[in-house]
């Protein structure tokens, strides 16, 4: 069963616009959230992370929401650039249970136009 | 600075043969990971290793065993490959767990015909 879901499998944007990749997960133990960028041939590379005691947090032009009470986070890019054409993959794990487990979204492929 | 090293990038098998997939760190990190990544699961944890000298299962074992060398090194091992293990593989590690970033290797593409 999947605990962390990306519903949408892939999202078209126009170059500077607003990019919103959306994360859902059913484990309330989950406490530590990131993001994951794929390019074809490469490993994924970690994007942003957030801990379950905030709720925004923001690197440069991305910035992860984090709404507990409905399970869900998203990732926010702007303004979206071409280079920025990837697969997104949503992780989550939970710290306090001393688990060494990532669980992963199915992924969300973000193309942006130019 | 290399990261994580994986070896080999592309293989194919013949259904019960066996095979050793290589992974090494440069990172001196203590955790280090092996996933899976099927069309349409995600990544799904294999193996993983919090230290040196200690391994656990992780959602998908079956099939599989692993070693953890050294500090650097995490081996994954098909003793009898099955169709069904065609996938992607990647190996990962971090420095604390779950509780930090983990950086990944390229991959491997495995076919078992």
């Known amino acids: 069963d999947q605990q962390v879901k990306q519903n949408s499998p892939s999202l078209s944007v126009q170059e500077g616009r607003i990019s919103i990749l959306n994360c859902d997960y059913t484990?309330?133990?989950?406490?530590?959230f990131l993001w994951y960028k794929k390019y074809p041939a490469e490993g994924p590379t970690f994007l942003i992370s957030?801990?379950?005691?905030?709720d925004k947090n923001e690197d440069g032009r991305f910035t992860v929401f984090l709404n507990k009470s409905a399970k869900h986070l998203s990732l926010h890019i702007v303004p979206s650039q071409p280079g920025d054409s990837a697969v997104y993959f949503c992780?989550?794990?939970?710290?306090?249970?001393?688990?060494?487990?990532?669980?992963f979204g199915t992924g969300t492929r973000l193309t942006v136009i130019p | 600075n290399a990261g994580v090293t994986q070896t080999p990038k592309f293989q194919v098998l013949k259904t019960g043969q066996s095979m050793t997939l290589q992974c090494a760190q440069d990172?001196?990190?203590?955790?280090m990971y092996w996933y899976r990544q099927d069309p349409g699961m995600g990544l799904r944890l294999i193996y993983y290793?919090?230290?040196?000298?200690?391994?656990d299962k992780g959602e998908v074992p079956n099939g599989y065993n692993v070693s953890r060398l050294n500090k650097r090194e995490f081996s994954l091992r098909l003793e009898s490959a099955a169709p069904s293990q065609t996938s992607v593989y990647f190996c990962?590690?971090?420095?604390?767990?779950?509780?930090?970033?983990?950086?990944f290797g390229q991959g491997t593409r495995l076919t078992v015909v």
């Open positions: 484990n309330s133990m989950f406490d530590y």
């Open positions: 290793s919090a230290s040196e000298g200690t391994t």
């Open positions: 990962a590690s971090s420095e604390r767990g779950s509780s930090s970033e983990a950086f």
């Open positions: 990172m001196n990190h203590n955790s």
């Open positions: 957030i801990s379950s005691i905030k």
């Open positions: 992780a989550a794990s939970s710290i306090q249970t001393g688990a060494n487990n990532l669980f």
